[in-house]
């Protein structure tokens, strides 16, 4: 099923600017606001509060540059096998209505964060805990499976340059339900430093 | 009056636009008139009409006294062609058919009469048929508003005309998608969707396609192609401060993400002392104060209307 991106839940093109970002956010904000004329006899409590969780999920990616690019390279890898997803379930666009009984997933809501430090070891076996293993990650986040081994088994002189790794790590974490933020930068922490 | 006119040739086709709300008293039929007095300064043809049937006052927004013939006088037949209950108002290319206050009963046509006006209103030889329409979402004002090429939404940015205009949004709409219905199985559904409290849980368009592809997949589409044709256009009346400006892009983003609806927003009115003052003295404020804040900002709509413009977010 085609689904809204993060683009889509803020109404900018993908080229928009990082100030762009920060308008759209900023006008979905005061549309979503308690005292908002356009929304509140439309929307009930439960409504607002998803659309206000959507549109902080989309803002949270495209307003980190390099969340974004990992983003924008899942969308593209996506779109070029026919298939539009998200990392977060949204609303289904306007071309194809909700179906009333058929409610998000809200376990893919929850975020978990690991106790630090995070070592590839962690990461492991909390994905097994999951059940998932790593070709689901691969073919999710486009990222190729020698690399996610990699970043398992700490093989920390295999892994590629920080700002690859960082993007790698968020797509690993958002794959197992982890904070990508945190589960990245506890991760890289222990890299050595010249890495 | 035809000397001001582009070549036959070069003009488009006569357009019907309307001019609705749901709530009164927020400006419908001052907005008709200068909409109508400034499209006619740009060498227009137009002819307002009062659709408001039960409670007409269009003329005293252009300053004029009751006229003697009405619409009531068409719908009555005591006028056979629409045209001999047009009356002059004094500006060049402006023509005004009154509405029906004169007839208790006109709020209630009846369905060949309403048929034999809209069609009539059709057939003007104008460039521009304006309808002002009444407050609420009686039939009869929803099917005027959904025969026109431009349907304007005016709201004032306040609660109840918000919430007045969305029930209009939905019952335009829903009155649509009825007769597009191919089923009576489809049919009941649409019409279950304007009882809030309706068993299928609809509260929205959206809900209601939703409620449509689980009893008959096939009959969607048709619904899907009404609702890409609907499009209403919001003016934003009585602007206060600059936060009220952004109402109109608010109503828009909203109706396309939580009614499935695609509008525009085609402008905004500053409130104006001026056009109070001129309301009182039963004046229209384009004609006595074409400099002030309300008539230029009608200026700009009607300017954007004719060229297919609407106001966009641009970031």
Redesign the interface.
């Known amino acids: 099923m085609q689904r809204e991106t993060h683009y889509d839940v803020l109404?900018l093109p993908r080229r928009a600017t990082l100030?762009?970002v920060e308008?759209?956010h900023q006008?979905?904000l005061?549309?979503y606001d308690d005292a908002?004329?356009?929304?509140?006899?439309?929307?009930d409590a439960e409504?607002v509060r998803e659309?206000r969780s959507r549109i902080s999920q989309a803002y949270e990616v495209l307003r980190d540059p390099m969340r974004r690019q990992a983003y924008d390279a899942t969308l593209e890898a996506a779109e070029r096998e026919g298939t539009v997803v998200a990392f977060t379930p949204v609303a289904p666009a306007?071309a194809t209505?909700?179906?009333?009984s058929a409610p998000q997933p809200e376990a893919a809501l929850v975020i978990s964060v690991l106790n630090e430090p995070v070592t590839g070891e962690h990461l492991r076996r909390f994905r097994e805990q999951k059940g998932i293993n790593l070709q689901d990650i691969a073919s999710s986040s486009k990222i190729g499976v020698r690399f996610l081994e990699y970043i398992e088994a700490d093989r920390h002189a295999e892994l590629p340059a920080r700002v690859y790794l960082r993007s790698f790590l968020f797509e690993y974490a958002r794959a197992l339900g982890l904070d990508p933020r945190r589960t990245a930068e506890a991760y890289m922490a222990r890299l050595p430093k010249d890495r | 009056m035809s000397e001001a006119l582009p070549v036959a040739a070069a003009r488009p086709r006569r357009q019907i636009w309307s001019i609705g709300g749901g709530k009164g008293g927020i400006g419908k039929s001052l907005l008709t008139a200068s909409l109508g007095w400034q499209l006619a300064r740009s060498g227009k043809r137009v002819v307002l009409v009062d659709a408001d049937l039960g409670g007409a006052n269009l003329h005293t927004c252009l300053g004029l006294a009751s006229p003697e013939r009405t619409l009531g006088d068409f719908i009555r037949r005591r006028a056979e062609r629409i045209e001999d209950v047009a009356v002059e108002t004094g500006v060049s290319g402006l023509r005004l058919i009154s509405g029906a206050s004169d007839f208790l009963g006109a709020a209630n046509i009846k369905y060949p009469q309403k048929v034999r006006v809209l069609n009539r209103i059709r057939s003007l030889d104008v460039d521009v048929v304006l309808l002002d329409l009444g407050a609420g979402t009686a039939f009869n004002i929803l099917d005027f508003f959904l025969i026109s090429d431009i349907a304007l939404l005016m709201v004032v940015p306040e609660p109840t005309s918000i919430e007045n205009a969305y029930r209009f949004i939905k019952s335009a709409l829903y009155r649509r998608l009825r007769a597009a219905a191919a089923t009576e199985s489809v049919r009941e559904i649409v019409e279950s969707a304007l009882d809030q409290k309706n068993p299928h849980g609809i509260k929205t368009p959206l809900d209601l396609l939703a409620a449509v592809e689980r009893e008959d997949p096939t009959a969607v589409e048709p619904l899907q192609r009404e609702m890409t044709a609907f499009h209403p256009r919001f003016v934003v009346n009585q602007v206060r401060e600059d936060a009220d400006v952004p109402v109109g892009y608010q109503l828009v983003t909203a109706c396309a993400r939580h009614l499935g609806v695609r509008s525009t927003y085609a402008g905004y009115v500053h409130y104006d002392d001026t056009v109070w003052k001129c309301v009182r003295q039963r004046r229209l404020f384009m004609a006595e104060a074409p400099g002030c804040r309300a008539s230029q900002d009608i200026s700009k709509i009607a300017r954007g209307l004719v060229r297919g413009e609407s106001l966009s977010l641009v970031w």
């Open positions: 109404g100030d762009q308008k759209a006008f979905l005061e549309m908002s004329l356009a929304t509140y006899s439309l929307l409504e659309a306007l209505p909700p179906v009333a």
